[in-house]
């Protein structure tokens, strides 16, 4: 059982940045497929960033590729989500989430078994 936990949120102005962490207890952290999604009130939740086990295997939503980064260090079994030049259309709950993909990349949320609770970022204009 993974369980993973988010850190990092806030309230920010637009063009700050933010970096969001998540932490996972188990064992596995190193062999799994991790993500954040992002949702904002009355919307579906969204698909942000996701990372493999490989090297640079990572990938983003068209909304925030030259913005933000997904890192892990598997040490701490910790992944981030460094979120720069922050616009008010970023403004959602972020969550990360876990799954076994054998460095396959998810972008949906029923690819994902483990969910964190969660934490907000609100960007003001």
């Known amino acids: 059982q993974v369980q993973l936990v988010e850190s990092g949120g806030g309230l920010v102005q637009t063009g700050d940045s933010l970096t969001l962490s998540c932490a996972a207890s188990?064992?596995?952290?190193?062999?799994?497929?991790l993500a954040w999604f992002r949702q904002d009130p009355g919307k579906e939740r969204e698909f942000v960033a996701a990372?493999?086990?490989?090297?640079?295997?990572?990938d983003y939503a068209d909304s925030v590729k030259g913005r933000f980064t997904i890192s892990r260090d598997n040490a701490k079994n910790t992944v981030y989500l460094q979120m720069n030049s922050l616009r008010p259309e970023d403004t959602a709950v972020y969550s990360c989430?876990?799954?076994?993909?054998?460095?396959?990349?998810?972008?949906?949320?029923?690819?994902?078994?483990?969910w964190g609770p969660g934490t907000r970022v609100t960007v003001s204009s």
């Open positions: 188990g064992r596995t952290f190193s062999q799994l497929t």
């Open positions: 989430a876990a799954t076994r993909l054998d460095d396959g990349l998810g972008y949906v949320e029923d690819e994902y078994d483990h």
């Open positions: 990372i493999g086990w490989s090297p640079g295997n990572t």
